[in-house]
């Protein structure tokens, strides 16, 4: 991979990287909780973003 393809490959992991934790609104950063259902192996994640107050959507995930 040369220089120019190495830097766009940096530069689309650091918008991923934006996108999952920073807040869409104002930029700031999410917190992020988790609440674990032991019984079912399901966790439930939720984001809000402190400075704005947005609530994001929560994602569930299986545990293997």
Same mark, same amino acid.
């Given at each position: 991979?040369? +220089?120019?393809? @190495?830097? &766009?490959?940096?530069?689309?992991?650091? @918008?991923? *990287? +934006?996108?999952?934790?920073?807040?869409? *609104?104002?930029?700031?950063?999410?917190?992020? +909780?988790?609440? *674990?259902?032991?019984?079912?192996?399901? !966790?439930?994640?939720? &984001?809000?973003?402190? @400075?704005?107050? !947005?609530?994001?959507? +929560?994602?569930?995930? @299986?545990?293997?």
């Amino acid at each position: 991979m040369n +220089t120019k393809q @190495e830097t &766009a490959v940096q530069k689309r992991k650091q @918008e991923i *990287i +934006t996108k999952e934790f920073c807040c869409s *609104i104002c930029g700031s950063k999410l917190e992020f +909780t988790h609440f *674990i259902d032991y019984d079912n192996k399901r !966790v439930k994640e939720s &984001a809000i973003c402190n @400075e704005c107050g !947005v609530r994001f959507q +929560t994602r569930d995930f @299986e545990l293997n």
